[in-house]
């Protein structure tokens, strides 16, 4: 198992895409700091990035990736190796090369001008989100044999996270209202990691504070420890699951 | 203004103390004198005399002052009202109280009892006192060209309905309430029916409900004020004519809680106040012909609340900072007026160079208005799909109200 994830990881990393990917990360985050003359504003700044770029690239590359290796998984089931092991080695190697690249690209570059606990929660929201993406990136691959069809549905789920499931919410809010739906939001906000890593980070920030009622409640919430586990919890299984599902397909897949 | 009156009458105080001083007696008050107690003492004191009281504690139940004299505590000494009495009741004019420590005034809502109370009098001057614990700190009904200077006042309450406003005037004239500090209080300072007063250099923090609380008074102004953290920050309403400036407002937090409310306010001046963390630094509703210049919000929830219902509000010159919505409102109609004011986030251009923005900016955003309506919708708050709202929004505005735009935003700080 530790044989493939390295070889995985040192094919990844030696990838022009993921070297690009990095750089970009680290030129935009060091711009960002120094751009700004604040740097809680330079923060807010990355922060569109975290949640935009970093999910798009992961989802994307980890899908691409998978369907290039397909001989190369071919040539790894022949061997005598459980498909388990193969499927999750493939995704810990992936995982881990994204958060390297993140680690690298942004992690850095907030460690040096904000290195508190607003820093290390953004960093650490990252690198999950990255791993997150990348286990959905895996289900996409497992239930889809073409390769156009299977980056179309990367490209669909990573549209549907950042975009249209906050205009589900919106629209769900235009309907119901008349009801009292401050609780409700936080339980919708466990069913999409990425609006879940954006109200923490914006907690750290304390930007909430200044939101009144509504604002109050989401802190009670997020903002105590239990709130805390609980997110990274559900963070958690946003991996978990995924990789789970996808790893009991495999195993009856006809390749 | 009426600035020279105000100087006018100071001079007339400070001369009518001296005046008195010089045909007067001075009788003295303490543990080794003739008078053990300051009751006593007054009761032989004259119009114009002086009474000093030496340092120690007094529990003189409710003491009255019905004669123009001078009441001056050398070395603070402490009047203690028990937990029952009104400490001090001044009934007379040309009053001075100076320098005492007056703690635990007695509780009831029906008759205000306070730290100090001043009944239907004129130039009582009141300064350099300490009021701990009271229900009311100093209190005046019906007073005119009297002065609360330098006092320090602390009330310990929790709750809203056992505690009393700091410094509340009710029905006076000519007023100065100048370098008191106010905390714990319901409101700190409170004015209904009060003319042609000045508030200035006061602190007031941590009150449970306002820092402070206009009703119905008008002509008055306040300047260099200072109110943090207070319940729901500064109320001003019913008033016409109001000036203020240079005051601060800072982290005024809650759902209810403004830098300063303006409801029902005409003919209003704020010149350099600062607005700082805030949850709405500004609120207003049925505000008439108010003029805003120069002043600074920061880091705010919302900068500015202005309701369809204001008319004739013109903002100019301002410094808007870091705030999370600069302006919002509830309505289309828009009667007032935004003109070269610094926004910072304004994204357009100048290109004749002469520090005016080419194109108008508009400060209420399509998620703001979302967030007005639909509260919750915070939850929402830099996602995506808002920035693409408000982006769309900026360039075909439905929703938001066309008119409300500034035609020449300000592209460096106004000042």
């Not at chain 2, 309450?157 to 000519?174: A, P, V």
Request: aromatic share 12%; hydrophobic share 45%.
């Amino acid at each position: 198992m530790n044989k493939i994830i390295k070889y995985v990881i040192t094919d990844i990393l030696r990838n022009k895409i993921v070297v690009i990917y990095t750089g970009f990360l680290l030129v935009a985050s060091f711009s960002v700091f120094s751009l700004e003359d604040n740097n809680s504003k330079g923060l807010l700044s990355l922060l569109n990035i975290i949640l935009i770029v970093v999910p798009l690239v992961s989802i994307i590359f980890s899908t691409i990736y998978m369907y290039n290796s397909v001989e190369f998984i071919e040539l790894l089931v022949s061997q005598p190796l459980k498909r388990r092991t193969i499927w999750l080695s493939l995704f810990m190697g992936l995982a881990c090369s994204l958060s390297i690249a993140f680690f690298i690209g942004v992690g850095i570059p907030v460690l040096i001008y904000q290195a508190n606990w607003i820093g290390f929660t953004m960093i650490l929201t990252g690198i999950i989100l990255s791993i997150i993406f990348a286990a959905i990136a895996f289900l996409a691959t497992v239930k889809m044999r073409d390769k156009a069809k299977g980056i179309g549905a990367a490209i669909m789920l990573w549209l549907y996270f950042s975009l249209l499931f906050d205009g589900l919410v919106l629209f769900l809010l235009f309907q119901f209202a008349d009801y009292p739906l401050e609780k409700p939001m936080i339980a919708l906000s466990t069913l999409n990691p990425i609006d879940l890593s954006r109200i923490l980070i914006l907690l750290q920030l304390d930007v909430s504070a200044m939101m009144g009622y509504t604002g109050a409640v989401f802190k009670d919430f997020f903002g105590t420890s239990t709130g805390l586990m609980f997110s990274f919890f559900v963070l958690l299984s946003w991996i978990l699951l995924p990789v789970w599902y996808s790893t009991r397909k495999f195993n009856s897949k006809d390749l | 203004m009426g600035g020279h009156a105000e100087v006018r009458y100071f001079f007339l105080i400070i001369c009518s103390i001296f005046n008195y001083n010089a045909s007067a007696n001075t009788i003295y008050v303490g543990a080794k004198r003739t008078h053990k107690n300051i009751r006593s003492a007054i009761i032989e004191a004259t119009n114009g005399d002086t009474i000093l009281v030496g340092s120690g504690i007094y529990n003189e139940q409710n003491l009255i002052i019905n004669k123009s004299i001078v009441l001056k505590g050398i070395g603070l000494p402490i009047l203690d009202g028990e937990r029952k009495y009104e400490i001090i009741s001044v009934k007379a004019n040309h009053v001075l109280v100076d320098g005492f420590k007056l703690i635990h005034s007695g509780i009831s809502s029906l008759e205000d009892l306070s730290g100090i109370k001043v009944y239907d009098s004129q130039y009582v001057v009141i300064r350099n006192n300490i009021l701990e614990d009271t229900f009311f700190g100093i209190y005046i009904q019906n007073g005119m060209n009297c002065i609360i200077e330098n006092n320090r006042l602390k009330a310990i309450s929790i709750e809203e309905q056992q505690s009393g406003n700091g410094i509340h005037c009710w029905k006076g004239d000519s007023l100065r309430i100048i370098g008191n500090s106010i905390s714990g209080h319901r409101d700190g300072i409170y004015f209904e029916f009060v003319k042609n007063s000045v508030i200035w250099r006061n602190i007031s923090k941590n009150n449970i409900r306002y820092g402070l609380h206009f009703m119905f008074s008008n002509d008055d102004m306040y300047v260099n004020n200072v109110f943090r953290n207070n319940g729901s920050g500064v109320s001003v309403m019913y008033s016409n004519r109001i000036k203020m400036f240079s005051n601060y407002f800072y982290e005024n937090w809650g759902d209810a809680a403004h830098g300063i409310l303006l409801k029902e306010i005409s003919d209003g001046y704020m010149e350099g106040n600062y607005f700082t963390k805030n949850t709405s630094a500004i609120f207003m509703e049925g505000a008439n012909r108010i003029h805003m210049k120069r002043n600074v919000f920061e880091n705010n929830g919302w900068a500015l609340k202005i309701q369809a219902s204001c008319v004739d509000v013109v903002l100019e010159y301002n410094n808007f900072i870091g705030n999370t919505f600069d302006v919002g409102t509830n309505g289309s109609l828009v009667l007032n007026q935004f003109k070269n004011n610094y926004w910072d986030k304004y994204e357009g251009y100048d290109l004749n160079k002469d520090k005016i923005g080419d194109i108008p900016y508009r400060p209420v955003s399509m998620y703001s208005m979302i967030v007005e309506k639909y509260p919750p919708a915070m939850i929402l708050f830099r996602s995506f799909i808002t920035t693409l709202l408000d982006k769309t929004e900026k360039i075909l505005p439905s929703l938001t109200p066309e008119n409300l735009k500034d035609s020449s935003p300000m592209m460096n700080k106004a000042f």
